[in-house]
């Protein structure tokens, strides 16, 4: 049964009103986050901030594209299974409800395939209300604790630009702030986040790694295609074709920028 916003707010645990979400579109093609003692083997982010620890997890995934697999793009491509596991929850949970999810420490754990990628985040509870709305602040703990760290790692465990995890992340966090922003129910919901990729430089003068992941051109179709900023190099994996939106692609050259 669909639970509307009114309804939500009544809702006393906002783990249960997060996945009441998850059971309604538009989210309800997405992989939910789960909630409690994990019921499967699982594994505390920040153990990924152990750089051994982190190669080897490439490796083991890595292997799934054969023994001599580029470094760098199996980092990338692994990152991007990460990045969506973790980001899209979190920032529905952020917009929608006006909820932080519990990433520090130990308590946002990782359940992960057989190739060794990310394909669940298992939470304790279902977060606090928001600190504060200002718009660095209220995406701080997912943008400058969980992954600027994690980040910084992979760039240093595979040799790979911080750039193309930025964007890897950036291609999730413009993709969830549009479904947000057609949300029938919370008119306007993402804004704030939008907002935030469109901010070139942050208060404090810092650059923003996420600004303007993704852009919308106009490529001779019906409606302006959605296009990546930088190339997630997934095609110099064995097999791999250059995605859909991918900036090397020759049809997706801009014949004219539409913001």
């Known amino acids: 049964m669909a639970i509307k916003p009114g309804e939500l707010l009544a809702v006393a645990d906002p783990a249960e009103a997060l996945l009441a979400l998850y059971r309604q579109p538009p989210l309800d093609n997405m992989k939910a986050p789960a909630f409690g003692p994990p019921d499967e083997p699982t594994l505390a982010a920040s153990a990924l901030l152990d750089r051994n620890f982190l190669s080897e997890q490439l490796a083991r995934y ?45 308590e946002l754990r990782l359940a992960f395939g057989d190739k060794g990628q990310a394909t669940r985040i298992w939470l304790p509870h279902g977060g606090v209300p928001l600190a504060s709305k200002a718009p660095q602040a209220r995406f701080s703990r997912l943008f400058d604790d969980h992954c600027a760290p994690l980040i910084e790692t992979l760039a240093v465990v595979s040799g790979l630009s911080e750039k193309v995890f930025w964007s890897n992340l950036g291609h999730y966090v413009e993709f969830v702030g ?19 990729l469109d901010t070139k430089t942050l208060p404090g003068g810092r650059r923003n790694p996420l600004y303007q992941p993704v852009r919308y051109l106009e490529l001779g179709g019906e409606t302006p295609s959605r296009v990546r900023r930088l190339c997630c190099i997934k095609y110099r994996l064995p097999g791999e074709p250059l995605c859909g939106g991918c900036p090397l692609k020759p049809e997706n050259k801009p014949a004219k920028r539409r913001r």
């Open 62 to 106: 890595g292997c799934s594209h054969g023994d001599n697999a580029d470094r760098k793009a199996v980092a990338s491509i692994w990152s991007k299974f990460h990045f969506s596991s973790v980001s899209i929850p979190t920032l529905v949970a952020n917009l929608l409800l006006g909820y932080d999810l519990p990433l520090g420490g130990n």
């Open 178 to 196: 549009k479904t947000c922003e057609r949300h029938p129910d919370f008119s306007g919901a993402g804004e704030p986040l939008l907002d935030y």
